[in-house]
């Protein structure tokens, strides 16, 4: 069992900043990729950026620029640093995890944090 807990959202005005942090817990015997996905109202939920293991990232082309992923791999945490926030950017944000988890021998797990709001004001 992996668990994910999201924290950072609120209400921001445009042009403002948040960060958002995602700490994954449990029997956790490798994070490979963690990522931060967004959906807002009547919209599919859209990949935002990943990091991998390794450090190297992925940005969607809408936020390359503004926004920024890191990892702390010794606290399990990935984060994503918001600037220049505008109101398109209002939407729902997920954490997403995927790795090994141990359970007797090694299992693939893919989790999803519980979502934590934001909302760029204009």
């Known amino acids: 069992q992996v668990q994910l807990v999201e924290s950072g959202g609120g209400t921001v005005q445009a042009g403002g900043s948040l960060r958002l942090s995602c700490a994954a817990s449990?029997?956790?015997?490798?994070?490979?990729?963690m990522g931060w996905y967004r959906q807002a109202p009547g919209k599919q939920r859209e990949l935002v950026a990943h990091?991998?293991?390794?450090?190297?990232?992925h940005y969607a082309g809408s936020v390359k620029g503004r926004f920024t992923i890191s990892r702390d791999n010794a606290k399990n945490t990935v984060y994503l640093q918001m600037s220049s926030l505008k109101a398109e950017d209002t939407a729902v944000y997920y954490c997403n995890v995927e790795g090994l988890v141990l359970v007797t021998i090694p299992r693939p797990f893919d989790s999803w944090g519980q979502g934590t709001q934001v909302t760029v004001s204009s």
């Open positions: 449990g029997s956790l015997f490798r994070i490979n990729t």
């Open positions: 990091i991998t293991s390794d450090g190297s990232t």
